[in-house]
């Protein structure tokens, strides 16, 4: 049962980032690659300053607080740009992240990662058990998604949405394209601070691994294969990738190919995908050029 | 001055070629004033320098007597200034009503967080809106299309949909880009009456127009600008400039 819940919380950390991706991708339209810098910017802010005393609610405010900051920074010079350049730019942001992870060693710790990040408590209650995190992620879930959902319906995702359609158009209309851009780019990269902090608190092990441009494109896929622009994507989208790989473990294919096979399903959906259904499965416009 | 667009002496150019020279014209308030002229005679480009889409390499753009040259484009917007392309440009995922409301909200509900600081006042205010958005669909004809998504409209339905999305900002000017282009009969005649309409009503201080279509510019134009080789080759009333022999042999070729 514990492999139920442990599955449950990393559904719920995928579900937690790519609803928030999907403010940026789904509703602006903007393909970025650097979603997974602020998933890790949250994990290491959060652990970090664990290490140095912080409380737990201090930590996890610090690692949102650090997160907004890079994001103002990334999204100050990505946001001056769209499409392809927009794209290789959050790229770039990411490698540099991920370099900076791996090379600062006297504050990451470089490629042998934090160890030993102290479990939460809750109400007197020192989370351990798959269940116990089942509920927190599920608390972070009733916290996040009502937020998201909140601004996809409202009049600032329904611009998000006329900049995706139209930007030069929207723009004759008196909406200032940049500012409500940069606002999305932020919020998502500050809500991917939550399940990285909860990430971190439920390994309690983090190192660069988990943060690369690997990490970013998973991201991106979910939303490409579910489909992006609404609430029903994400979810289609993190169920298939972070649970099909589960289910190939029950098909008792050797452990030695395993790992590849999955690799080689993931990559062959997505080509079928976008050659059959281009808008994604639960998708509401297609986000990949002709 | 009853000038409420003013261009002083701007210029553009591309590489090394100027699209636009010495280009100096004033539109009145109240009169509807057209640029007409071959293809590639500049008036496009004279548009995407007034609205912001481009900036001016020399010259100045005046509204109302603020000097808008090179403000960022939504600036120019918030000014007063609305456009129409000549590609019309709707939403087309958005629905038919959503391409209404989206000019219509309130600046403050560009802020993200006001959606979460303010749910019931974002709430009533956007029924508001909505509210408003379908009286101008209702107005160009489209009401019964509200729920359609704009992409599946006509060509000259999403002609309209771009009028509505204009009447409802209550801009003051409005520079439309070969409003009644590729359009049937039927649906030109719907749309030079609308903004007549529009025009007689009060509601539109300035209003300049781009048109080859020589009906449209007959029944709308009370001044023309003609223009030819990036210059303002003459300028006068309607009826002086469509009987000017020049005219006809530069762009009729007759």
Known sequence: MSYVFHLSVILGIYLALSYSLNLTMGFGGLLSFCHAAFYGTGAYGYALLLQTGASQAGALAGAIGITTILALLIGVVSLRFRGDIFLFITLGFQMIVSVVLYNWVELTNGPYGIASIPRPELFGVTMRTPLQYAILTAAMLALLLPLLFRLYRSPFGLLLKALREDEVAAKSLGINAHAIFLQAFIIAAAIAAFPGALYASYVTYIDPTSFTLKESIFLAAILLLGGAGNRKGPLVGAIIMVLLPEALRFLGMPDAIAHNMREVIYGLMLIFLMYFRPKGIAGEFRMTQR | ?254
């Open chain 2, 1 to 254: 001055m009853n000038n409420a667009l003013l261009i002083k002496d701007v210029g553009k150019r591309f590489g090394d070629t100027w699209v636009l020279r010495d280009v100096r014209v004033a539109v009145p308030k109240g009169k509807i004033t057209a640029f007409m002229g071959p293809n590639g005679a500049g008036k496009t480009t004279l548009f995407h320098v007034i609205s912001g889409a481009l900036k001016p390499d020399i010259g100045h753009v005046y509204f109302e007597g603020v000097d808008i040259t090179g403000w960022p484009s939504h600036a120019i917007a918030l000014q007063g200034i609305g456009r129409q392309f000549q590609d019309v440009r709707v939403f087309k995922a958005l629905t038919v009503l959503e391409n209404v409301v989206v000019g219509l909200v309130p600046q403050q509900h560009q802020k993200a967080w006001w959606a979460w600081l303010q749910p019931i006042k974002t709430d009533r205010s956007m029924q508001k809106i909505r509210h408003e958005a379908e009286h101008w669909l209702d107005y160009v004809g489209l009401a019964d299309a509200r729920t359609q998504a704009a992409g599946e409209l006509s060509f000259g339905q999403q002609k309209l949909l771009s009028l509505a999305r204009l009447f409802a900002k209550d801009f003051s000017c409005l520079l439309l880009d070969e409003p009644t282009a590729g359009v049937s009969p039927a649906m030109i005649e719907r749309i030079i009456t609308l903004i007549r309409k529009r025009v007689d009503e009060g509601a539109l201080s300035v209003t300049a127009f781009v048109e080859h279509n020589m009906n449209a510019v007959e029944h709308l134009a009370d001044w023309i600008h003609f223009m030819h080789e990036g210059r303002i080759a003459f300028s006068g009333r309607s009826d002086h400039v469509l009987g000017c022999e020049i005219v006809r042999e530069l762009y009729m070729g007759i």
